[in-house]
């Protein structure tokens, strides 16, 4: 005989928390990625994603529920300005919401007038309709603003991983540029760079100063050691920033403190087999 084993539904609590954490997490990667890029592909999308969640957020901490249609369902951008609209005094352009949390206290100033214009401009866009535009750097500004409130506070965590995702990209495409270049390489021209005394020509002339040198590592691409370091990691491993002269990769200062991050991480977890 099968038995159904009863499941127990989730506190609320524990739903009320999923929930302000997904807001946070999608207000704040939508408006990092428009940072980063504000004339990204699906930019109207971006824009309405991060506002809407960013709001929903905002509505939800002060006034809990009152982000919700009847049903259920969370409110439009659009609905979500006009009732902070109503529940907020204007002073100035701005609808400013203020209080103290945790000890220290807060200040948001919503510019509610751009972010409804920001809304105008970008739904013909995400709905097919002619007319629209991506949203304008006041508009991005404004949706920034938001990240004030103690809701969010995601835009640090947001950019610097989409900070990340850019240089990983940015390392790939480098890498890739290196093979394609060697391919384009007659052979006469590579054996000449596979020859030890080739990098000679790039190291420092004066011993004093080639002793002082990182001199010549093994490129992460091409396997020649003609990869010259200019600049070494934080963490000692070795993993140095600088260009290959016989392939052409350049590893930046920042993509070498990572991969040597990742060296140490993995040879301290080593230890302790």
Known sequence: MNVRRSVKPKPATVHVEETRWQRRREYGECT????????????????????????????????????????????????????INGKVRRRGSMRVLEGRTQG???????ATKTLADGIRRTDPGRHGTEGGSPPGKQHIDALVKLD????????????????????????????????????????????????????????????????????????PVCDLETFI???????????????CRACGYTRTPEMAEDEAMDAKIEYEMSKGD
Request: aromatic share 8%; glycine share 10%; net charge negative.
């Open 229 to 243: 370091i200019e600049e070494a990691d934080s963490f000692g491993i070795g993993i140095g920033a600088g260009t």
């Open 32 to 83: 990092a990625a428009l940072v980063m890029n504000p004339e990204a592909n699906g930019a109207e999308g971006l824009f309405n994603q991060a506002l809407s969640n960013g709001l929903a957020a905002i509505v939800g901490h002060h006034w809990p529920g009152r982000e919700r249609k009847g049903d259920g369902r969370v409110k439009s951008a659009a609905a979500l300005l006009a009732f």
């Open 104 to 110: 220290y206290r807060w200040r948001t100033a919503l």
């Open 148 to 219: 004030t409130h103690p809701s969010l506070r995601s835009m640090g965590e947001a950019l610097r991983d989409e900070g990340w995702m850019h240089m990983v990209a940015s390392d790939r495409e480098a890498r890739v540029r290196a093979l394609t270049y060697v391919a384009k390489l007659s052979k006469e021209e590579w054996a000449r760079r596979q020859d030890p005394d080739y990098v000679e020509d790039y190291l420092p002339f004066d011993p004093k100063e080639r002793d002082s040198s990182f001199g010549a590592d093994a490129c």
